[in-house]
């Protein structure tokens, strides 16, 4: 099996998602690299990079307090 370090080929995704940008709505653009990931919104040249492990963290906390708003939301109901 081929560690994804020695890849060669880019691994690109083009998004349903949509961004305001430059005046114009845009497809999101991700571009995965060993160790990080370029977004950009399609037709602009500038680009954002992230790391997995701040991708990881991201959803723990956004899964975090979609479960606390859940709780409070039973809690109102009853």
Known sequence: MTDLASRTTR???VTASEVREGGKRRR????????????????LHSCYTIDYASIWSMAVKMAVAAEKA?????????
Request: hydrophobic share 35%; proline share 4%.
């Open 11 to 13: 691994l690109r995704f």
């Open 28 to 43: 999101v653009v991700c571009e995965a690299r060993p160790g990080y990931l370029i977004v950009k919104a399609s037709g």
């Open 70 to 78: 859940e709780k409070s939301a039973k809690k109102g109901t009853k």
